[in-house]
């Protein structure tokens, strides 16, 4: 135990005294910060496209039903070109499309939509432009026509057009607030969504950045011989255990400095948002967490540390040289980024079947339960299955790794074959 300590200090202290140390604890809160902000501030601000209404409007309904969504466009882009309403009949329309495509192809329109009978039926219109992969611009654009279609069915139906326009113009914003176990939580939705994408943002970022770190701690003492004189007086395992814990530490150590420095920036949100142009009342609040949440999520940050830890420490063990490590690394690491790529999915139904898969992987638990206890209530006994699940993925990961640490600290070469590596594992 003694000899642990030491090498736990030796690894916690020369970190902890580095400068780029010192930079990413005082830099981080400010770039988490902007990751959180950020995207509030761009979607507050986000705005369709000025040109919306430079649009060519083929109408093969009969109606004016075209003549109406060109003049519900120029409402919303008045400082935009006046739309072109062409009126052809249903055999007209591939003839017209091409002739709107080379227009568009020139710079002449951004886009063109077809109305025909499948639009007056309210099934589909159809849009074609340069901004048909911009989703804010095209939704409004079928927003605009679903909006027309209804006006002019209902004063079909011998309604006011007055009257139409005043009793379909209402618009409605949605107050969201959370129900727990508790009770009422005062943040919403959107709040626990960025909230949960942080958290989930913290943990791959340490997870990643720390975990490779130790692996090119380990890679080091190798290729400068320095780990052949450290093993004849520390027993491999008990130097695997002291980097893990000793850079664990000092994860931990800035993940809580990070957090008060947070806290602070949190209670001057309101200056911050001022500046930006955003209400108080719409600025963030922190969900409200209870004491198991808490300690889960801490439970969860410390075993997804040592899992993946001790992979890369065995990756570092492995090779030789830095162009080897590339390569090594490369299924740990897509391990991690497939908890990412998963996120945004899971972000919008934390409650589906997908989302509960990937909470009881090992691998990808360490990521996902936390965002998804961000986001909605979770049952307790789902939490402990996945962190029993975790503890076992740890145990199994520091099992093969220190296996493969033993043998391949003091091995050189070439980088070792997946029949090497069961070798090594048997071996030790």
């Known amino acids: 135990m003694g000899k642990i300590w030491v090498v736990f200090k030796r690894e916690y202290l020369e970190r902890v005294r580095s400068k780029w140390f010192l930079v990413a604890t ?46 519900s466009l120029t409402q ?63 939704e409004m654009i079928q927003r605009t026509v679903r909006q027309s279609l209804l006006n002019q069915r209902l004063e079909r139906e011998g309604i006011d057009p007055n009257r139409v326009s005043m009793l379909t113009a209402a618009r409605l914003e949605a107050k969201t607030e959370k ?17 949960g994408y942080g958290i989930a943002i913290v943990l791959y970022m340490m997870i990643a950045i720390y975990g490779q770190s130790i692996m090119r701690g380990v890679l080091e003492e190798k290729t400068t011989r320095v780990a052949e004189v450290v ?16 850079s664990g530490m000092v994860a931990v150590t800035q993940v809580l400095m990070w957090l008060a420095m947070l806290f602070l920036l949190y209670l001057a949100r309101g200056p911050i948002f001022a500046t930006f142009g955003i209400p108080m009342a719409n600025a963030l609040k922190i969900p409200s967490l209870s004491p198991m949440v808490g300690v889960a999520l801490l439970f969860f940050f410390v075993f997804g540390f040592i899992l993946y830890a001790a992979l890369f420490c065995a990756v570092g063990s492995m090779v030789s040289n830095q162009e080897d490590v590339q390569q090594a690394v490369m299924p740990v690491m897509l391990l991690l980024v497939s908890s990412i790529i998963f996120m945004q999915p899971i972000l919008l139904a934390p409650a589906s079947t997908l989302a509960k898969t990937m909470s009881w992987i090992p691998f990808s638990a360490p990521l996902i339960m936390p965002l998804r206890m961000a986001l909605i209530a979770i049952p307790w006994y789902e939490i402990v299955g996945s962190l029993l699940s975790v503890v076992v993925g740890c145990l199994v990961s520091i099992w093969v790794s220190a296996r493969i640490y033993r043998v391949g600290l003091l091995m050189y070469g070439k980088r070792p074959s997946m029949r090497e590596l069961g070798r090594w594992i048997r071996m030790a």
């Open 231 to 246: 093993v004849s007086s520390v027993k491999p395992d008990t130097l695997l255990a002291g980097k893990i814990v000793g």
């Open 76 to 138: 919303l882009a008045p400082t935009g070109p006046a739309p072109r309403v062409h009126h052809v009949s249903a055999d007209r329309i591939p003839a017209e499309e091409d002739s709107a495509t080379r227009a568009v192809i020139q710079h002449e329109a951004i886009g063109y939509m077809v109305l025909d009978a499948q639009t007056t039926g309210g099934k589909e219109m159809k849009y074609a432009g340069r901004n048909a992969t911009a989703l804010l611009d095209v």
């Open 26 to 71: 005082l830099l981080g809160p400010v770039f988490f910060g902007l990751i959180i902000v950020l995207p509030i501030v761009l979607t507050a601000r986000t705005r369709t496209s000025t040109r919306l209404s430079d649009v060519i409007i083929i109408d093969a309904t009969g109606t004016d039903l075209g003549d109406r969504v060109a003049k």
């Open 179 to 195: 129900i727990t176990d508790r009770g009422k939580e005062g943040a919403g939705g959107l709040t626990s969504f960025f909230f």
